[in-house]
């Protein structure tokens, strides 16, 4: 039994939630390095994350799944589908880690004094189309 990993994650919530869908279709997976990088976050870099692992053979399946959730327009809570304010488009990254604020550019000039990892990291979308973070 051959385990390939499917996705890796910087926090264990977003790691259960793929983990429950996959099993929920019927997918067994495992979950690699959840309770160190959770009790640590800064060995994330060192580990490679969370690493979210399949079979082999359910791999096809698994990818399916993924793309199904994937392709699903990420909305807000009035169930309206999230766009870029600059370019109207709905072709983004969600979760993209921007330091482009006062407290990141405070924390890499902080980081390179002290050679430490940037702690201050913010979750963001970023569009394909414009760049525009938001």
Excluded: R, W
Excluded at 29 to 51: Q, R
Aim: net charge negative.
């Amino acid at each position: 039994m051959a385990l390939e990993t499917l996705k890796t994650f910087d926090n264990s919530v977003e790691a259960h939630i793929l983990k429950t869908k996959l099993e929920s279709e019927g997918i067994p997976c495992y979950l690699f390095d959840e309770h160190t990088v959770s009790m640590n976050p800064l060995y994330n870099v060192t580990l490679g994350g969370i690493k979210l692992k399949i079979n082999s053979y359910d791999a096809v399946d698994a990818l399916e799944v993924l793309q199904s959730i994937e392709s699903n327009p990420v909305t807000d809570d009035d169930d309206k589908t999230i766009v870029c304010p600059k370019c109207g488009s709905d072709n983004y990254y969600s979760g993209f880690k921007s330091m482009k604020s006062v407290g990141g550019i405070l924390m890499a000039t902080i980081s390179l004094l002290l050679s430490v990892f940037p702690i201050f990291l913010k979750n963001v979308h970023k569009c394909k189309t414009c760049g525009t973070e938001f």
